[in-house]
């Protein structure tokens, strides 16, 4: 049963500090594994998508690495503003891929 | 284009009532998945529909229905609210039924009284 877990629950930053999230998932044979940004109340925006067979991507500010031998993720943010504060979450789809599991989210605060 | 749309954004009702949710998926996008996120938690699965067939059910119990129009836009019902049905229901689309990325709309936050 594919479980996944993101450390920290919550982190606190100054403004302009790069950054790590950490995302693990239990069952390596994961197909791809995608980063949301959530605000209070709000849907979830993607953020990166990598697929299996890939080990970075980036966007803007934002660079997702993949190990699926180790069952981890990072999420880095270089260079973090107030704007970025929002939560963060990780998701892998089962084997079968009709269904995507969450990790709980990191809480990010950047203070100005 | 627009992106997936929920309504309502926000809904109140009692205990023992009846609610509908719907969603319109991304235009040419087939598939439409709902969720279920209680704060402080991330998204779990309540059902995936693609082409009008239901593909996947997580662990809600019987109340929870859902079904998908010929026009891919889909309604998530729940009959006879509970206290801890109060959440935010998301809705997500894909272009297909398999690990695909997923694009979430705004959801609906449902508070039951």
């Known amino acids: 049963k594919q479980e996944v877990t993101q450390i920290p629950a919550a982190l606190s930053v100054p403004e302009g500090e790069n950054l790590v999230l950490n995302c693990s998932f239990t069952?390596?044979?994961?197909?791809?594994l995608q980063w949301f940004r959530q605000d209070p109340g709000k849907g979830l925006t993607s953020l990166l998508l990598?697929?299996?067979?890939?080990r970075e991507q980036t966007s803007g500010r934002l660079n997702a690495s993949l190990d699926k031998s180790s069952g981890r993720s990072t999420l880095y943010i270089a260079a973090s503003q107030p704007g970025d504060s929002a939560t963060y979450l990780c998701?892998?789809?089962?084997?079968?891929?009709?269904?995507?599991?969450f990790g709980a989210g990191t809480r990010l605060f950047v203070k100005a | 284009d627009a992106g997936v749309t929920q309504s309502p954004t926000h809904l109140i009702k009692t205990r023992g009532q009846h609610v509908t949710l719907r969603c319109s998926p991304i235009?040419?996008?087939?598939?439409v998945s709902w969720y279920q996120q209680v704060l402080g938690q991330g998204p779990q699965f309540i059902f995936q529909?693609?082409?009008?067939?239901?593909?996947g059910r997580g662990n809600f119990p019987d109340r929870f229905s859902a079904r998908q129009f010929p026009n891919y836009s889909s309604e998530l019902n729940v009959n006879a609210l509970l206290l801890g049905d109060s959440a935010l229901y998301l809705c997500?689309?894909?272009?297909?039924?398999?690990?695909?990325?997923?694009?979430f709309g705004s959801g609906t936050q449902l508070s039951v009284l």
């Open positions: 990598i697929q299996s067979s890939q």
């Open positions: 529909y693609y082409e009008k067939e239901e593909r």
């Open positions: 235009s040419g996008h087939k598939s």
């Open positions: 998701a892998v789809p089962t084997t079968g891929g009709f269904k995507t599991i």
């Open positions: 069952d390596s044979a994961i197909y791809n």
């Open positions: 997500a689309s894909s272009l297909g039924p398999d690990n695909e990325k997923l694009f």
